[in-house]
């Protein structure tokens, strides 16, 4: 079945306001990765965050190992945070198992 | 700043033909993946290889090889294509296995 479910699938938020993407995993953690996929198609990291909260300029990840879950938060988004968000877990091979991803719109 | 290189961008082929993708990582790492991105934008995991270990997907079909010549490079095999590998395949690197990952601008192919 589906590891990672990541939420919402689609997010369309006007420019200024924040933003919370989820990821939940039905297996065990043993660490994550967030990604932003520009429209072109390459993968930026964004976090790797095995637990707690990380910060990058305006991105927040927190990630709760005992509850499954990671969160990807961007503050006051701009029209240039749109595309595609990613999460994958890290599976006992240590291989990136994929979210289906959020396609995020940020309008003017 | 790309660190992860990947040729070709696109290639267009038909079935039955064989191709091959390279990637050079310049990271210094250890560790080389190879991913799978489907129309629906699914990522999935092909292969991983670490200190010459390779780790193979089970899904994935036999007519798909990765080729290694040393630790910085990882390049992928296709016997002969089919309608369904049209893809597009993201090469990754990581320090050691566990570690996070840093991924390649990935090769589109189109398979007629």
């Known amino acids: 079945g589906q590891q990672v479910q990541q939420s919402p699938a689609s997010l369309v938020l006007q420019e200024g306001e924040n933003a919370e993407l989820q990821c939940n995993f039905s297996t065990s953690l043993n660490s994550m990765q967030w990604f932003y996929q520009r429209p072109g198609g390459s993968l930026v990291s964004l976090f790797y965050?095995?637990?707690?909260?990380k910060h990058s300029g305006r991105l927040t990840s927190t990630t709760v190992i005992k509850e499954r879950r990671s969160s990807l938060h961007i503050s006051s988004s701009q029209t240039t945070d749109s595309g595609t968000y990613l999460c994958?877990?890290?599976?006992?091979?240590?291989?990136?198992?994929w979210g289906s991803g959020t396609k995020l719109i940020i309008k003017p | 700043e790309t660190a992860v290189f990947q040729t070709p961008n696109y290639h267009v082929t038909q079935v039955g033909n064989e191709v091959s993708f390279n990637c050079k990582q310049t990271l210094g790492h250890d560790t080389m993946y190879w991913y799978k991105q489907d129309s629906k934008k699914l990522l999935k995991i092909m292969f991983s290889?670490?200190?010459?270990?390779?780790?193979v997907n089970e899904t994935v079909p036999r007519r798909f090889s990765p080729q290694s010549s040393d630790k910085a490079h990882l390049n992928l095999r296709i016997k002969s294509v089919e309608p369904e590998d049209s893809a597009v395949y993201l090469c990754?690197?990581?320090?050691?296995?566990?570690?996070?990952?840093?991924f390649g601008p990935g090769t589109r192919l189109t398979v007629l």
């Open positions: 990754a690197s990581s320090p050691g296995l566990g570690y996070e990952q840093y």
């Open positions: 965050n095995p637990s707690g909260t």
């Open positions: 290889y670490n200190n010459k270990q390779l780790i």
């Open positions: 994958a877990r890290m599976d006992s091979n240590y291989q990136l198992i």
